[in-house]
C-alpha cells in the first residue's frame, strides 16, 4: 500500500501550562522539564465523532477521491462516549461512505497497527481505497487533579487514506501482556447477579516503568526494521515516533546516534494524543512541505497491552 492522502482535526481549546497552574500544584517548569510539553488541545465543546469526520473528509479530499471511492474503514480509538457502534461506523455515516468498517483497541500503538492491517487488505485484493482514522480523547481518562498524569495529554484526530502501490517497505507488530503499568478501568452497568467484586478508576501509569519499557521496545523495533530493510539510521528521512513524551523521544534519538532534525515532534503544542499522534505529526510533515517523493519515514509506536508497532514507509505522493 502506499499513502495517497492525509488529514487532521484538533479541538479549538487550548490549554497551557500556566492555565494547569490555577488548580494543580504545578508548574510550567516542572512539565516542561520533566515531559516537553508547553501546551495541548483538549475537547471542550467539540464531539469525538466530529474531529475524526474532519480529519477524514481532509485525508480524502487530499487523496483526490470522494466518500464514495473509499472501500473500508479502520479506526483506531481506545475510549469515546460511544460503546456501541464503532466510531468508524458513526464516521462511515458522517461523510457518506459505503463500505465495512471495524474499530480496533491497540491503545497508541493503533495506527501502525490499522496500517498494517490496511497493507494486508490491499494486498489480498479485497479493498482499493482504505480509509484509516485515529481519533483520541485520553483526557477523559484521567484524574484532572492528579498533576503526574493530566498534564501529558491531548486530544485530536488524523486519518491517512491508503491505495494500491509500492509504500510498506516492512512492518514489526509486537504484544507482551503487560497490563499493571497502564490501565484504564471502567465499572459496566449493573445487573441484580452480579456478587463479583468490581471497581472503575481514572487512568493508571507507572510512568517510570512505562518510559523504560517505552525506550527499549521503540529502539528493539526500529533496530529489527532497519536490519530487514538494509538500511542505516541516517537513510531514514524521518523518524515519526509516537508523541508521548520528548524525554522518550530524545532517548530513542541518543540511541540511534542521531541529531534531533531527524526526529520531528508536535509533543510540546499537542501533547501525548495516543493513536492519534503519529498521523497528527504526519500530516503537519506533508502540508508543510517537508516530505518529499522517494523519503524514508519510519513510524514506531508503543501503548498499554504492551503493544508496539513499527513500519518504514517511503513516501509516494
Not at 108 to 131: E, H, P, T, W
Not at 225 to 240: E, Q, R, S
Request: proline letters at 3%; glycine letters at 8%.
Amino acid at each position: 500500500m502506499r499513502i495517497i492522502g492525509t488529514g487532521r482535526a484538533h479541538p479549538s481549546k487550548i490549554v497551557t501550562n500556566a492555565m494547569l497552574e490555577q488548580f494543580l500544584d504545578t508548574n510550567d517548569e516542572w512539565i516542561k522539564t520533566r515531559t516537553g510539553i508547553a501546551e495541548r488541545r483538549v475537547i471542550s465543546s467539540e464531539k469525538l465523532e466530529d474531529l475524526a469526520t474532519e480529519a477524514a473528509l481532509k485525508a480524502i479530499a487530499d487523496a483526490g477521491l470522494t466518500p464514495k471511492d473509499i472501500d473500508y474503514i479502520i479506526c483506531s480509538n481506545v475510549v469515546s462516549e460511544y460503546i456501541t457502534p464503532g466510531l468508524s461506523c458513526i464516521v462511515q455515516g458522517a461523510i457518506g461512505a459505503r463500505c465495512a468498517c471495524v474499530d480496533i483497541n491497540v491503545a497508541c500503538s493503533g495506527f501502525v497497527y490499522a496500517l498494517d492491517m490496511a497493507d494486508d487488505r490491499i494486498k489480498s485484493g479485497k479493498a482499493q481505497n482504505i480509509l484509516v482514522v485515529a481519533a483520541e480523547e485520553p483526557s477523559r481518562m484521567v484524574d484532572w487533579s492528579d498533576r503526574s498524569l493530566c498534564v501529558l495529554f491531548g486530544d485530536g484526530a488524523g486519518a491517512v487514506v491508503v491505495s494500491h502501490g509500492e509504500g510498506m517497505i516492512c512492518s514489526r507488530l509486537t504484544t507482551e501482556s503487560k497490563t499493571d503499568c497502564l490501565y484504564y478501568v471502567r465499572n459496566l452497568e449493573p445487573t441484580p447477579y452480579i456478587t463479583k467484586e468490581e471497581y472503575g478508576a481514572p487512568m493508571y501509569m507507572n510512568g517510570k516503568e512505562v518510559f523504560k519499557t517505552a525506550v527499549l521496545s521503540s529502539s528493539r523495533d526500529i533496530k529489527r526494521l532497519l536490519d530487514k530493510a538494509g538500511l542505516h539510521p541516517a537513510d531514514i528521512k524521518y523518524y515519526v515516533l509516537h508523541q508521548a513524551n520528548m524525554r522518550i523521544i530524545e532517548a530513542i534519538a541518543n540511541w540511534l546516534k542521531l541529531d534531533m532534525s531527524y526526529f520531528p515532534h508536535n509533543v510540546d503544542y499537542c501533547g501525548n494524543t495516543s493513536s492519534a499522534s503519529i498521523p497528527l505529526l504526519l500530516d503537519e510533515l506533508a502540508k508543510g512541505g517537508k516530505l518529499q517523493k522517494g523519503d524514508k519515514i519510519l513510524m514506531s509506536a508503543f501503548g498499554a497491552g504492551f503493544t508496539t508497532g513499527a513500519c518504514i514507509i517511503e513516501w509516494t505522493k
